[in-house]
Each structure stands twice: as structure tokens, then as C-alpha cells.
T-cell receptor, first 111, second 116 residues
Framework: KQEVTQIPAALSVPEGENLVLNCSFTDSAIYNLQWFRQDPGKGLTSLLLIQSSQREQTSGRLNASLDKSSGRSTLYIAASQPGDSATYLCAVDNYGQNFVFGPGTRLSVLP | GAVVSQHPSRVICKSGTSVKIECRSLDFQATTMFWYRQFPKQSLMLMATSNEGSKATYEQGVEKDKFLINHASLTLSTLTVTSAHPEDSSFYIC????????????FGPGTRLTVL
């Protein structure tokens, strides 16, 4: 059974710092991996989708990497801003079935 | 991009009543829709997989007689919480898989259910 973990559970950084969020999964046979952002009480916003054949994806200040063999993904946020404060969820797609979500990392970027 | 809507966005009901939540894919057909539940400060947990024209598949621990799922068309799935209790209060999110692009899943905005 696929399990997804995320480290750290919470992170507080001053504005302008670069930061890395980590995601680990137990079964490397995944279809793709996706990073989401969730603001309090809101739904999910998809940030980056990495196919199983890809190693990284970039969008603006965000860069996500995928290492299937080791069961790891990282989300790199450059030059963090207070508006980046949210919970970041990592989810793996089990071969076209459902997503399995990690518990999330709660990020606070202080002005 | 593709849009998935949910209605209502918020609902408050009394214990013992039933609540129906709709999930619609607005500009694509979805043969498969998923229902997730999120308790406060926890991540999303899959409740059930809904396939158009067939019975939903429920995850272990989810009562199928309590959480009725109907996927009557390629653009609509409904989740009915029957005889709601305060412990059913949660954030319910649906997602839909585009039949033309099966590796992509779009999420709805969620429905916050509060049972008094």
C-alpha cells in the first residue's frame, strides 16, 4: 500500500529565503507526482505535475524534482514571499487510480 | 484549464438530516470521479471512487450506506451524507479525471460541511 510522508510538518522562514520541502513515497511504481497548495479552508491549487518519466518541472519560482528509484520528491521555492504561506501537499498518482496524499507541510513566510 | 465545480461550497445542517453535495466537470467528460475528505489539520483521504454508470468503490472504513455516491452522467457525481452526525463535519473535495487526458486529475473547490 502506497504511503506518502512529508518533511517538515511545519516551516517558518523570513521573507526572501529559499526553501525546500520534502516528500517521500514507499512504492516507486507511480504514474506521476503532483504538488498542491492549499490555503486555509480552501480547495487545492495544483502547482506542478511531474510525470514518472520526468525528473523535474519548473514554474516561476517553483521547482519540483522527482527521484522515483529512491521514492523522493522535493519542492524548491526560491525567494519566498508572505503570499507563499499555505499548506503544501504532495500526492502520488497510483497508475491512473486515485491520488495518495501526504500530510502536508505548513509554510509560514514572515514579512 | 478544465474546471470542476462543487455545490454547495458550505452547508450547515442538523444531526440526522441528509446532505447532498454535487461535483460537476464543466468542460470535459469524466468517467471517473473521486471523493476525498479532509478533517481539520489533516491531509486528504480518499473516500470512494465513482465510475459513471456503475457502483462506487469505497475505501476501507467508509460506510457505503452512509455516504451514498451516484455518478449518473459523465459530468456529474453526487455524494449524499445520510443521517449526518457532528463527526461527519469535514471538508469534502471531489476530483475528476478527464477521459481524454487520463493522467490528469482536476480538483473541485471543496464543500465544508458542519453538522450541528
Amino acid at each position: 500500500k502506497q504511503e506518502v510522508t512529508q518533511i517538515p510538518a511545519a516551516l517558518s522562514v523570513p521573507e526572501g529565503e529559499n526553501l525546500v520541502l520534502n516528500c517521500s513515497f514507499t512504492d516507486s511504481a507511480i504514474y506521476n507526482l503532483q504538488w498542491f497548495r492549499q490555503d486555509p479552508g480552501k480547495g487545492l491549487t495544483s502547482l506542478l505535475l511531474i510525470q514518472s518519466s520526468q525528473r523535474e518541472q519548473t514554474s516561476g519560482r517553483l521547482n519540483a524534482s522527482l527521484d522515483k528509484s529512491s521514492g523522493r520528491s522535493t519542492l524548491y521555492i526560491a525567494a519566498s514571499q508572505p503570499g507563499d504561506s499555505a499548506t503544501y501537499l504532495c500526492a502520488v498518482d497510483n497508475y491512473g487510480q486515485n491520488f495518495v496524499f501526504g500530510p502536508g507541510t505548513r509554510l509560514s513566510v514572515l514579512p | 484549464g478544465a474546471v470542476v465545480s462543487q455545490h454547495p461550497s458550505r452547508v450547515i445542517c442538523k444531526s440526522g438530516t441528509s446532505v447532498k453535495i454535487e461535483c460537476r466537470s464543466l468542460d470535459f467528460q469524466a468517467t471517473t470521479m473521486f471523493w476525498y475528505r479532509q478533517f481539520p489539520k489533516q491531509s486528504l483521504m480518499l473516500m470512494a471512487t465513482s465510475n459513471e454508470g456503475s457502483k462506487a468503490t469505497y475505501e476501507q472504513g467508509v460506510e457505503k450506506d452512509k455516504f451514498l455516491i451516484n455518478h449518473a452522467s459523465l459530468t456529474l457525481s453526487t455524494l449524499t451524507v445520510t443521517s449526518a452526525h457532528p463527526e461527519d463535519s469535514s471538508f469534502y473535495i471531489c476530483s475528476a479525471r478527464d477521459r481524454r487526458v487520463p493522467d490528469t486529475q482536476y480538483f473541485g473547490p471543496g464543500t465544508r460541511l458542519t453538522v450541528l
